[in-house]
């Protein structure tokens, strides 16, 4: 196993985009109904827009551990923040404009 060499972003977005809804008897809420992987698609998109490619990372997941039934959930580090309740690509636009404030 290698190191590999790059610079590491200032922020790195964490998106969850995991679907329950698709196993037959699940009874537990999950991101993906509300946030599609289409929607970190456009995110990534408009990080790219504001010349942000490479200093900020956007990256789909699976799951973050905190299934919500009102939206979807995200985390950035290095600050370890999570929020729930994402709707659509405008709610994580929103989220990520807020922690670039604070770089």
Aim: glycine share 8%.
């Amino acid at each position: 196993m290698d190191d590999i060499l790059f610079q590491k972003p200032e922020k790195h977005f964490f998106i969850c985009i995991n679907d329950r809804t698709i196993i037959d008897g699940n009874r537990k809420s999950s991101c993906g109904p509300k946030i599609k992987p289409e929607d970190v698609d456009e995110v990534k998109k408009w990080l790219l827009q504001q010349g942000l490619a490479g200093q900020v990372y956007c990256t789909k997941v699976k799951c973050l551990g905190f299934c919500n039934p009102i939206g979807g959930v995200a985390a950035v580090y290095p600050t370890g923040k999570f929020v729930k309740g994402l709707q659509n690509s405008e709610d994580i636009k929103k989220f990520v404009a807020e922690e670039l404030q604070k770089i």
